[in-house]
């Protein structure tokens, strides 16, 4: 399966300031999920990116809160805006490895904003 | 609009005795399930999936999931825990037309006693 190398693992913020996760897979892919898992919860899907179009943003999530760029098929970034620390939370990027061969998460950017 | 419901928060069993963690999902199209498990301050790491085939399906580390469409069930077993069982399972569901999107869903936190 493919292998997400995420990064940074994890960070303590100021609030009002924005931050910029990565993820790099290992082989091209045509979508990539971001997730957010606040403390003590699952996990709910912010957007999904496509390269070469905007990314597709679930409800109660919004760009300009949380930009993703997706430059090519095998990186893409999300921002956290303007950060609070309601912000705190583990984002995570993930990949479809076709149908029949389930997803793959990153290890996680766990997020403190202070 | 497809939904999963985890019965059971926290689930405790002893080492080397079965474990049964119930997930029921609801979805208006074919889904794929998933099972996925969190080991404290790890990522997400996929035990099993169904696609469809064969609705008994066996994942690693010994844990194995029955899809029972009439129950609209998908409950996790394993016949015997072992202490590094111990972590948070969560239960997903996708469906084909949703772009890969995944419902996850509250998770399970189970707990393995000497």
């Known amino acids: 399966s493919a292998v997400i190398s995420q990064k940074p693992s994890r960070d303590i913020c100021q609030r009002g300031t924005s931050l910029t996760i990565q993820c790099q897979v290992d082989s091209q892919v045509t979508m990539m999920f971001w997730y957010r898992q606040q403390p003590g919860q699952s996990l709910t899907l912010i957007a999904t990116a496509n390269q070469g179009s905007e990314a597709t943003y679930e409800s109660g999530f919004v760009i300009d809160k949380f930009p993703i760029s997706r430059p090519n098929l095998t990186f893409s970034t999300l921002t956290v805006s303007n950060m609070s620390p309601e912000d705190s939370s583990i984002y995570l990027c993930s990949v479809e490895r076709g149908r029949d061969r389930g997803y793959t998460f990153g290890s996680g950017t766990r997020l403190t904003v202070v | 609009a497809q939904s999963v419901t985890q019965l059971d928060s926290h689930v405790s069993v002893s080492e080397g005795t079965p474990v049964l963690l119930r997930c029921n999902y609801s979805s208006s199209y074919s889904p794929s399930l998933f099972w996925y498990v969190q080991h404290p301050n790890k990522g997400l790491q996929l035990l099993l999936k169904y696609t469809s085939a064969a609705t008994l399906v066996k994942g690693i580390n010994g844990f194995e999931a029955e899809f029972k469409k009439s129950e609209t069930s998908f409950h996790l077993t394993k016949p015997s825990a072992h202490m590094s069982d111990a972590a948070e399972y969560f239960c997903?569901?996708?469906?084909?037309?949703?772009?890969?999107?995944?419902?996850f869903g509250q998770g399970t936190e189970l707990s393995v006693k000497p």
């Open positions: 997903v569901v996708s469906e084909d037309n949703q772009g890969g999107k995944l419902i």
